[in-house]
């Protein structure tokens, strides 16, 4: 099998290029799969059962700032430091990151890293499923680590928070871009966490996250992409913030972006979560 076309270090890459990369010295593979409670998946004991050889935990959850009462918000550099160096993982190493959906929470440690500074990452197109689906090599040990440095230089630019988007919003400066599935957008369907308002950031447009995948859990390719934010009514030539229910598909939607070439983008790490608490910010409903 010949590696695919659509094989790029810095965004995504195949399965196929990644048993072709398996066992180079400066790869690092990272688990980052991370699932809603309703899903009913202890992702730690998934790992510890069975993973890619070598690959390391990446644990959404506790590697951020748990300091704020909003999930899983983006780490402080210096958690960042300390919890990437404990893995062995730093710099100069090229870094492929999956999850056990297929393609879901691994695209959020993708732009966890970006914000980092650290470009040499990608997502594996079709995840832990596609991997085990074709019989590959998997393994229940805990990788051998050694300390590696790593140095970051936080891109202050690939996050928004409230008061920007707000802003945003206001004067329709950016596309903002909504990862939730339809029926949560609109306002029909409760949202995950209690106590949530129903509906969207007005002026959003919904792009559900599952969109931008084929039936098998890959990315769609680039042109598939592009016709879907065109279908959907979005100015690529605008900046574009991306967002979700809590910041984890917000970045599936990112990555998709990456891949057409729209490199003016960010994500609001609040998302959902935080827009969907506050009374005095305006939520539109319908489609």
Not at 206 to 229: C, H, Q, R
Request: with cysteine; net charge negative.
């Amino acid at each position: 099998m010949t590696p695919s076309p659509q094989d790029d270090p810095k965004t995504l890459v195949s399965t196929d290029w990644l048993a072709k990369h398996l066992r180079d010295p400066d790869l690092r593979v990272l688990d980052a799969s991370w699932y809603l409670p309703a899903q009913n998946r202890d992702a730690k004991a998934e790992y510890a059962a069975a993973h890619i050889p070598g690959a390391r935990f990446f644990d959404i959850d506790e590697i951020s700032d748990q300091r704020s009462d909003l999930p899983h918000m983006a780490p402080p550099p210096e958690k960042f430091i300390s919890r990437l160096r404990a893995m062995g993982v730093g710099d100069g190493h090229q870094v492929v990151v999956y999850d056990g959906s297929g393609l879901f929470s691994a695209a959020r440690v993708w732009w966890t890293f970006r914000l980092m500074g650290k470009t040499d990452v990608a997502v594996l197109d079709g995840g832990f499923p596609k991997w085990q689906a074709e019989g590959r090599e998997i393994e229940d040990m805990p990788p051998v680590i050694r300390d590696r440095h790593i140095t970051v230089s936080r891109q202050n630019h690939l996050v928004k928070d409230v008061t920007q988007v707000a802003h945003a919003a206001k004067l329709a400066e950016a596309e903002i871009l909504d990862a939730r599935p339809a029926p949560r957008f609109r306002g029909e369907a409760p949202e995950p966490r209690p106590g949530l308002r129903g509906g969207h950031i007005p002026g959003s447009r919904n792009i559900p996250a599952a969109e931008v995948l084929n039936p098998d859990g890959t990315m769609k390719s680039p042109a598939g992409l592009k016709a879907l934010f065109e279908t959907a009514g979005v100015d690529l030539k605008k900046p574009a913030i991306t967002t979700c229910g809590s910041g984890v598909t917000a970045a599936v939607l990112s990555l998709a972006l990456e891949r057409i070439g729209h490199r003016n983008h960010a994500l609001y790490d609040g998302s959902w979560a935080e827009w969907g608490m506050y009374d005095d910010l305006r939520v539109a409903t319908g489609p």
